[in-house]
């Protein structure tokens, strides 16, 4: 395949030395760390969206993304779309990226009906399935875009109009039977519009029923159809609503919780909605984690100069190896996966900066990879951890933690205490160690 990007190579690894801006410096696919190939702990998607379907419009300016390979579609929105996958799949191959993602409405036109749309996506799923099986490229997860149309302006599972839901419901339906013709390995609900502006004229509580009822409805259909993979929840606490529902991870988990939901959805991560909730991306990582609910990575970045979701392309190292960690930590992301859910700024309109934004994404992942590797390896950061709670290990604190102790026992204990002696956090010390193999 080189017929979109005629002027680009293969991408491939060629050590931190190379200057060639097309080339990996830090992503070796093939190369094995902790008993995996970078290719397998990585596990990178192409978001359909952002680097297919947007053209880099903002509330102040049209799009200004040049992409000649458009220009040859007539006015047939098929045959655009038709373009777009099988560019799609020529920049996946050349920057050896294994999995997409992809909303309903990013690869087929909506028609004029939910019937046209159905078809479209039908005859889109044949292409897909033509270029996936001569690619080898997989699908990482599929959704539905219940969001972008205006009759979502209240909600899809959380509008007004029961209508509205029934619609929502169809379009799920279908992105949840194209998930598994396609093998997807997840299926995501990002809540777009699900949350409110104003508590004036809205019914809070009959609003969170409905989204628990609409989710357990689309886990019901997935095991009917015989879909195997993970549902996913994205946690984002706003934009496009003022309160998004699925503010952030502890807030999903309470959710799932509630509705006895909680086994059969886990979580889909994204960087820049952890920091809009006011939380790093680690924190984020590591509450899914130990609730046993990370299911896969939206990887990107924001500003945090800015209060939007600006979804960049994760350059951060610091980002990167803490994410990495979190994800060795858990054993792998795997059927979950790192899913580019970003996009080139305005100014970067060219054809080679898709290419150079993904390079820059997969070079700042690999490399916290390799960081966090190292990190586990030398146990730089489990030895204190461990050292600093071994009071919970022996005498009270094992009893604490083991359940015997009573409000009395330990009231006894206390008592018994003359000064208490506690040891030094060593934040900036640990701060040093991170900052020696960064
Ligand atoms: C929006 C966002 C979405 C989801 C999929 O902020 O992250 O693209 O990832 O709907
Ligand atoms: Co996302």
């Given at each position: 395949m080189d017929y979109f990007f005629p002027n680009i190579p293969v991408i491939s690894y060629e050590g931190p030395n190379s200057r060639n801006p097309f080339a990996f410096r830090f992503y070796n696919p093939d190369e094995v760390i902790l008993g995996k190939t970078m290719k397998e702990h990585l596990r990178f998607s192409m978001a359909y969206w952002h680097t297919l379907c947007a053209t880099g419009t903002d509330p102040f300016g049209r799009g200004t993304a040049i992409r000649p390979y458009e220009e040859s579609a007539s006015n047939d929105p098929m045959e655009l779309a038709k373009i777009k996958m099988r560019a799609g799949f020529e920049l996946m191959q050349k920057l050896q990226i294994p999995y997409f993602c992809f909303h309903d409405c990013d690869v087929a036109p909506e028609g004029n009906s939910l019937a046209e749309f159905s078809r479209n996506l039908d005859e889109m799923a044949d292409l897909a399935e033509e270029l996936m099986t001569q690619t080898g490229i997989k699908l990482l997860w599929g959704t539905a875009n219940l969001f972008s149309h205006p009759r979502y302006v209240h909600g899809a599972a959380t509008s007004c109009s029961a209508d509205v839901f029934a619609y929502a419901a169809a379009q799920v339906k279908k992105a949840l039977e194209l998930t598994v013709r396609l093998k997807g390995e997840n299926y995501v609900f990002w809540g777009?519009?699900?949350?409110?502006?104003?508590?004036?004229?809205?019914?809070f509580s009959l609003e969170l029923d409905n989204l628990a009822r609409f989710l357990s409805l689309a886990a019901d259909y997935a095991d009917k159809i015989g879909f195997k993979g993970q549902l996913l929840i994205e946690p984002k606490p706003k934009e496009p609503t003022k309160h998004q529902y699925d503010f952030d991870v502890a807030g999903v988990l309470g959710f799932l919780q509630k509705y006895g939901l909680e086994g059969r959805f886990k979580l889909n991560i994204e960087a820049n909605h952890a920091t809009l909730a006011g939380h790093t991306f680690q924190h984020e990582l590591a509450m899914a984690r130990i609730n046993n609910a990370l299911g896969s990575i939206d990887a990107n970045q924001g500003d945090l100069l800015l209060g939007w979701d600006t979804d960049q392309f994760p350059t951060n190292i610091y980002e990167t190896t803490l994410c990495m960690l979190e994800v060795l930590k858990q054993g792998g992301i795997a059927p979950g996966g790192l899913n580019f859910d970003a996009k080139v700024r305005r100014g970067s309109f060219t054809p080679e900066d898709l290419f150079l934004g993904h390079i820059a994404g997969m070079d700042g992942f690999a490399r916290g990879l390799r960081i966090a590797a190292a990190l586990i390896t030398d146990k730089v950061f489990d030895e204190f951890i461990e050292k600093r709670y071994q009071s919970f290990q022996i005498g009270i604190g094992a009893s604490i933690v083991n359940g015997e102790a009573t409000l009395e026992s330990l009231a006894v204990h206390a008592h018994t205490l003359d000064e208490i002696k506690l040891e030094s956090g060593r934040q900036e010390y640990l701060e040093t160690l991170l900052n020696l193999y960064i």
């Open positions: 777009g519009r699900e949350g409110y502006e104003t508590l004036l004229n809205t019914d």
